[in-house]
């Protein structure tokens, strides 16, 4: 079938982004099935360890380099990578189904006149097709698609695919200076939310509900978090009532995300919250009514005030982590 | 200026889905749907530039005749114009979007809000590929919007922040929570859009690249284990967490 894979690689601020780790090796891997190479592409300006994506089995990788590409420029972006795409026969492209990713996936896509197959969780291969599975309804389904077209667009949600132990080996870089880049549409600033992390970004989430009682109440969520090394998140019911801000939103209309551990305090478990969460790898929830949702899918629960259980849980974990 | 917004008709967030008996697509019995919940901060988004800087507003809908309720809800909240793009069979996002790009190209519209993502294949794909089909500049997941002249300057959620960016019209934008607070419809706007007439048009047949296989429910997950009623349970609850769950 296939004889060429590109792996985009996500930089922002000059630095790799797990989830283009994650994508390498699904590349990597799938090309070693196939009997074919995988490569990596990237663009931005000064790019820290770009050699990297080799320890994950991807040996080539093509950097479109120019100062005015340090930040995501949509059109830059899509026309670089499409004309690579084009020059260079490559039939399978992965990206990683991360902000960025979601914004210039498809822009790829409609270039080459693709199928996309989005936010994959799951990718098998028989005789002849790749087949992906990925989330619909939030969560609540799942669908197995193939794509069609000749060349195929794949973007992977993050945190699924495990990149495994990176290897010593090295990918042979070559560096494209770009004269003059499009920029019809470019990112002229980037507003970071002060040493926050995000949702959408952890490995480990605490979130709040409304059984936190007020925004006053929200400190012992945020010591949770960073004594655990994990971002704060919060359900819609707080986030509309304005204790918390949109963007730690989890949820059908926030961000889905699939940390390793979900500590849910105060949050009955609706299913539109459910939706965002229930790919979690382990899920803790402190409510106070037995009958709460939330229990329904959590690994572990207390059933319990959160005013007692919550700061126990911070002295626990500070007494095992000093 | 003539501006377009597309709006999808979708199951109510709060919707139990359950699979069809062809094993591809759901159950539609017993759902209620609504206007994609994102798509009201893109119709909100378009009254709000024809308030602005004049012109004319267009919604258009691919879907079945149950698309209509949809387009009139876009009529109640002020939107002068509806087309129903008549299609009620399986197509994938690019199939969609071309659909889309021929209608907002026959409409002369210059700009064009989409939902960031329509909530029921969670695809949030369509405007950047309706985008780039029409040869539009585009933002997605914009949570402002400042069109001064030609120029346009939005903000669009990212992973811990927000970036700025800018572009020009023509251009498709597709809209966030944050972006504004989308509008009741009056009752006159409600008494209105019964009136108007919804154009129904037939868009040429899909030719789709994403072939649905099946769809099935996830595995559901075992309810775990209830550890204890108040603190004194904490101490085990973090062993589980070391020695079973091995997460922290
Ligand atoms: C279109 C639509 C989209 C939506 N999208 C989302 C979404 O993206 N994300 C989302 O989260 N919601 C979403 N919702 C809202 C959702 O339906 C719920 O209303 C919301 O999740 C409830 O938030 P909560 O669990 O914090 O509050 P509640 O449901 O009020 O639950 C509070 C919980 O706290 C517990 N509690 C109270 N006091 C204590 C205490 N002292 N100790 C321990 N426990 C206590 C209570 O027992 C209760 O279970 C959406 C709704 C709609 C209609």
Redesign the interface.
């Known amino acids: 079938m296939a004889n060429k894979i590109l792996v985009f690689i996500e930089q922002r601020n000059g630095l790799i982004k797990k989830p283009s780790f994650e994508a390498a090796k699904v590349a990597a891997d799938l090309a070693v099935k196939l009997s074919v190479t995988a490569e990596a592409v990237t663009v931005g300006n000064e790019i820290e360890g770009l050699e990297k994506v080799g320890s994950y089995g991807v040996t080539k990788v093509t950097h479109f380099k120019n100062s005015d590409l340090t930040n995501y420029s949509p059109s830059a972006y899509a026309e670089l990578i499409t004309k690579f795409v084009n020059e260079n026969g490559f039939d399978i492209l992965f990206f990683g189904t991360t902000s960025m990713g979601k914004d210039l996936a498809p822009r790829v896509s409609a270039k080459l006149d693709t199928g996309l197959a989005i936010d994959c969780i799951a990718l098998n291969t028989n005789s002849s097709d790749i087949i992906a599975t990925r989330p619909i309804f939030a969560g609540k389904a799942l669908v197995d698609v193939k794509i069609t077209s000749p060349k195929k667009v794949f973007a992977l949600r993050p945190n699924v695919f495990n990149p495994g132990v990176p290897s010593d080996a090295k990918a042979d870089l070559t560096v494209v200076n770009v004269d003059t880049p499009n920029l019809n549409v470019r990112v002229t600033e980037i507003k970071r939310a002060e040493g926050k992390l995000d949702v959408a970004e952890a490995d480990i989430i605490v979130s709040g509900g409304r059984g936190m009682k007020g925004p006053e109440h929200f400190h012992l969520v945020e010591e949770l978090s960073q004594v655990l090394g994990a971002a704060t998140g919060a359900s819609r019911a707080v986030v509309d009532a304005g204790w918390r801000p949109h963007g730690e939103q989890v949820g059908q209309t926030g961000k889905t995300v699939s940390p390793t551990l979900y500590v849910a305090l105060g949050i009955s478990g609706a299913i539109q919250h459910l939706a965002g969460m229930r790919s979690s790898k382990y899920i803790v929830a402190v409510n106070k009514d037995k009958d709460a949702p939330i229990f329904q899918i959590a690994d572990y629960g207390i059933v319990g005030d959160l005013f007692e259980v919550a700061p126990a849980m911070i002295e626990e974990i500070k007494k095992i982590k000093s | 200026m003539k501006i377009a917004v597309c709006v999808s008709h979708v ?1 109510d ?2 919707a ?2 359950n ?1 069809g008996s062809d094993g ?1 697509s ?1 159950d539609p019995s017993g759902v209620t749907y609504v206007v994609n ?2 798509d009201e901060f893109a119709i909100e988004e378009a009254l709000k530039s024809k308030e602005k800087f004049g012109g004319e507003t267009v919604a258009i809908s691919l879907g079945g005749d149950a698309n209509k309720e949809t387009l009139r809800k876009a009529l109640a909240m002020g939107i002068d114009n509806a087309v129903l793009l008549k299609d009620s069979g399986y197509r ?3 199939s969609v ?1 071309k659909a889309l790009a021929e209608e907002i190209k026959a409409q002369g519209a210059e700009l064009v809000f989409f939902g960031k993502q329509s ?8 405007g ?2 309706t ?3 029409l040869g539009y ?5 914009a949570v402002s919007f400042v069109l001064d002249g030609n120029k346009i300057i939005c ?14 019209l023509p251009a498709v934008i597709t809209a966030q ?2 972006l504004n607070e989308p509008r009741y419809a009056s009752l006159k706007g409600i008494m209105a859009a019964k009136k108007k007439e919804i154009i129904e048009k037939i868009p040429a047949a899909a030719t ?11 595995a559901s ?1 075992q ?9 004194s ?3 085990e ?2 062993r ?3 020695e079973e ?1 091995k ?2």
Do not use: H, W
Not at chain 2, 119 to 126: I, M, R
Not at chain 2, 137 to 141: D, G, H, L, M
Not at chain 2, 208 to 218: F, H, I
């Open positions: 199951p967030t709060a139990k889905i699979i591809i759901i919940p994102y994938d996002s690019l979007s909530v029921d294949f969670d695809n949030s794909v369509v950047q590929l985008a780039e089909l500049n585009c933002i997605s997941v903000e669009r959620e990212i992973e811990g922040g927000k970036e700025v960016v800018e572009t020009n929570k944050g789709n690249y994403v072939e649905v296989l099946t769809m099935k429910k996830p997950k309810a775990g284990k209830i550890i204890g009623t108040d603190a349970a904490v101490p609850l973090i589980l967490l070391r769950a997460v922290i």
